[in-house]
């Protein structure tokens, strides 16, 4: 079954996982819509942190593509956030793009698709909303949310024929992995020693974005006619040990 002709909307378009779905779209025949900070070949430029910058969002690529049928919610930010001595400030800016951003653009989603009996919404999350890690406060909060709001959605808009689902990467080769001196994680002695040597990682690797998109675009497509509301964890394994 082919997907050509899908209108598809993508945040977070610029780089990382984004980059990688929205090619993996249109590699597929999709007409594909990115959205990011940053400027876009053929893109939306919107900065997803400010309500008064994305409430039109779906709206605009709508009106690009001449309608929408499939969401990727992508775009994400990270903040260390330590419980003791971070403040409501913080957690809220990191709540904008990774929480109310994606809530608001499904809503409009949501709302476009039932009006054609069709659409495909997913979200990237993270094993971060059932797994904590120290100062990760803020982050933890928004992907565990993000995954009760896929749940909710995904419940409501099913007689109207969209299905809503998301993935939890894990460890992923993206600008998010890079640390402070601009090394990916990764690559690096301690990430070795802990998750490759001690076997924490089956798989002994970080995802490549191309990975994480393959398995957004099976879930963004036709041939997904029966699963909703579920979370697909693809994290090399990290999550079966303890």
């Known amino acids: 079954m082919t997907d050509n002709g899908l209108r598809c909307l993508v945040t977070g378009a610029a780089s990382g996982i984004g980059a990688a779905v929205a090619e993996r779209l249109r590699a597929r025949g999709d007409r594909v819509v990115g959205a990011d900070r940053e400027e876009l070949p053929d893109g939306l430029r919107v900065d997803l942190s400010d309500p008064a910058g994305r409430h039109d969002l779906v709206a605009r690529a709508s009106d690009v593509l001449g309608g929408l049928d499939v969401l990727v919610n992508v775009a994400g930010v990270f903040a260390e956030t330590p419980v003791l001595s971070s403040t409501l400030e913080q957690w809220r800016a990191v709540w904008a793009v990774d929480l109310e951003a994606p809530l608001e653009l499904m809503r409009e989603a949501a709302v476009t698709m039932a009006a054609t009996g069709f659409g495909r919404i997913v979200n990237i999350t993270s ?67 802990r998750y490759v040597r001690h ?5 002994g690797r970080a995802a490549l974005p191309e990975e994480i998109a ?22 090399g394994g990290l999550t079966t040990t303890f």
Request: charged share 20%; net charge negative.
């Open 199 to 203: 076997g924490l990682l089956p798989l």
């Open 127 to 193: 094993v971060h909303a059932g797994f904590a890690q120290p100062d990760c406060l803020a982050y933890d909060v928004a992907k565990a949310g993000l995954e009760a709001a896929t749940r909710s959605f995904a419940l409501d808009t099913a007689r109207h024929g969209v299905l809503v689902n998301a993935v939890a990467p894990g460890f992923v080769r993206t600008r998010m992995s890079l640390t402070a001196e601009g090394v990916d994680e990764t690559d690096t002695e301690a990430f070795r020693e």
């Open 214 to 235: 393959h398995v957004v675009g099976w879930l963004a497509s036709r041939e997904n006619t029966y699963v909703t509301g579920q979370v697909l964890v693809a994290d």
